[in-house]
């Protein structure tokens, strides 16, 4: 697929202290993987910033007056909950991670690209509606969904979540917007707790899949096979999102999975071929966690480096 990646220098800005997971060293990490020879000659979008009228699509005016309102003008670091924290800079970083994903949309849907990776942070997918969660200040993929569905017209579109964390934010969106379907294949028990087989949306539209700490790749191949796939074919969405996490890898500190590079890769075959036979064949993905630095480096190079070559 002709691949494109969205970044934004801002990301390195949010200046998480380097003792906190969500540091700036995972954008440098996932930067330096996408300069290899193989993916360094893929084109490169800036992210634009998100406005207000695209965040208020998935988030309370309340929530984004919050997160503009709590910016620290000096070096302080302000905590919105225990693990989720804001820089001088974090807003702006913020306002790009969300454009990003919807740059990402724009360039999927207007043909220039098959798919795009957004090499952003930080995260998004356990935003929700009125509260920062999570190391995530937006939903950069909820934003990025209700963008395609309101400024593009789409009918449908789908969120695949593979980061080991289930992405309870973006679960929210689909609990109330049945244009949405939202997949996620996640560690449990793990934070924060949510996505349970029974959580099951809309009519159907979402599909937990919690599976058990030491799930290497076949396993965690078989269960996306036989629980996300048939289900995200028969929703047949115009447009299918991805938030790619890479802390499912078996390197990474936060979680207990067992994959490795070739299993991202392999998610982002299979997710093509998917949209393939849906019929449009494009794809929208989205960098979620990953907190071992070489892994995730590794790990998202692999996947772009399937994203181009499906
Ligand atoms: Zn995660």
């Known amino acids: 697929m ?88 974090s807003l702006e970083a913020a306002l790009r991670a969300a454009g990003a994903g919807m740059a990402a949309v724009d360039s999927v849907l207007s043909g220039e ?95 937990n899949v919690p599976v058990g700490a030491g799930l290497s790749g076949p396993g965690w191949r078989a269960a996306i096979e036989r629980e996300i796939t048939p289900a995200l074919r028969a929703f047949a969405p115009d447009l299918i999102l991805v938030s790619a996490g890479f802390d499912a890898h078996a390197d990474d500190p936060l979680a207990g999975l067992q994959l490795q590079e070739a299993d991202f890769a392999w998610a982002a075959a299979h997710l093509a071929a998917l949209a393939g036979e849906i019929g449009h064949k494009r794809l929208v993905c989205l960098m979620e966690g990953g907190y071992d630095l070489p892994a995730l480096g590794r790990s998202a190079a692999a996947f772009v480096q399937s994203l181009a070559e499906a």
């Open 2 to 89: 002709n691949t494109g990646v969205i970044t934004a220098k801002a990301g390195f800005e949010h200046r998480i202290p380097p003792a906190h997971a969500e540091q700036p060293a995972r954008l440098q990490s996932v930067l330096d993987a996408l300069n290899a020879p193989d993916l360094a000659a893929l084109p490169r979008i800036d992210a634009p910033r998100a406005d207000r009228a695209a965040l208020e699509r998935v988030h309370t005016e309340a929530h984004v007056d919050r997160i503009f309102a709590s910016e620290p003008d000096d070096d302080t670091l302000v905590g919105l909950d225990w693990d989720t924290f804001m820089t001088k800079g």
């Open 113 to 207: 690209f098959d798919a795009a990776f957004c090499a952003i942070r930080p995260p998004g997918h356990h935003a929700e509606r009125a509260r920062p969660m999570g190391f995530c200040l937006f939903n950069n993929i909820a934003i990025a969904a209700m963008h395609a569905l309101e400024t593009h017209g789409l009918s449908r579109v789908a969120i695949v979540d593979i980061d080991v964390h289930h992405g309870n934010g973006s679960q929210e969106l689909a609990e109330r917007e049945p244009r949405v379907f939202f997949a996620s294949i996640h560690e449990s028990p793990l934070y924060p707790g949510t996505g349970m087989a029974g959580e099951t949306g809309l009519d159907g539209n979402v599909v």
